[in-house]
Every structure is written in structure tokens, then in C-alpha cells.
């Protein structure tokens, strides 16, 4: 079944999330072990999120998968791994991340992020508001009034 797993997830589809390494590089960050430490979350985010939706594609596609000449050997088509055991990891709506192991990654990754990336860089930067939690500036609000 690890094998299944294995093949279910589509894990050689992670190496288009390397992409997310690429601004260490450009960026002059190649010896911040902090950035290396975000990007290597981010990468981790993605491939969890790519792998979770390939899941759900399948089991969506699941009857047209299984009539298919290639894709009825995929491990959901074939019965190598079982429904249930994919609905495990398939992503669930945003409004239950309590109930998706791998939502829990992603909200919990986003947050890393925020917190240790976003916000100390553009605290008190108007234009990233969203991000540090503050109010917005009152010259943002004033345009509406007018």
C-alpha cells in the first residue's frame, strides 16, 4: 500500500515547487538559513497542497479513471488504494481545517509565514495591512467618505 500512496500522491510533481528557491538565489538570501527555512516550508506547503488536490482529482474523476486505457492503473482507478484511505488526505473546504490534516499544514505554514516573513518586513507598510493585523491608515478610509 506504501507504494500505492507513493504513486497516488504524485510526489515527482514536487520538483515544479523548487521554483520557490529560485529568489534565495536572485534575491542575495542564499546564506539566510532564516529564508532557507521558509522557502523549505513553503516547498513543503505546496508539494502537500498539489499532492492533497491530485487526490481530490482523482476521486472526482474516478469513473471516467477508471474506463481510461492509462490512467485505470493510477492507484484510486485500480483499487490499489482504497477510497476511503485517500479521504484522508483529499482537501476539504477551507471552513472545516479541523478536519484536514493537510489544511492543518497549510493554515499552520501560512501563519509560520506571516508571522516570521510577512509581518516584520512590512509592519506598518499601508499597503500590507491585511497582513500585520492593523487597522487601516486613516488616509485609506478618508476616500470613501468623500
Known amino acids: 500500500m506504501a507504494r500505492a500512496w507513493l504513486r497516488a500522491l504524485r510526489l515527482h510533481q514536487w520538483a515544479k515547487n523548487a521554483l520557490v528557491f529560485a529568489p534565495l538565489v536572485l534575491g542575495g ?10 522557502c523549505a516550508l513553503g516547498f513543503l506547503a505546496f508539494g502537500l497542497l498539489a499532492s492533497s488536490t491530485y487526490l481530490l482529482n482523482d476521486l472526482w474523476d474516478l469513473p471516467d479513471d477508471r474506463r481510461h486505457w492509462s490512467k485505470r492503473e493510477r492507484p484510486l482507478a485500480s483499487g490499489r488504494l482504497p477510497i ?34 510577512l509581518v516584520p518586513r512590512y509592519a506598518g507598510n499601508e499597503g500590507c495591512a491585511g497582513w500585520s493585523g492593523a487597522e487601516p491608515h486613516a488616509s485609506e478610509t478618508s476616500h470613501a467618505a468623500g
Open 29 to 38: 538570501k542564499a546564506l539566510d538559513v532564516g529564508a532557507w527555512s521558509a
Open 84 to 117: 476511503r484511505t485517500a479521504l484522508l488526505l483529499a482537501p476539504l473546504p477551507s471552513k472545516a481545517p479541523e478536519l484536514n490534516p493537510v489544511e492543518n499544514i497549510w493554515q499552520t505554514v501560512c501563519s509560520f509565514l506571516k508571522r516570521r516573513w
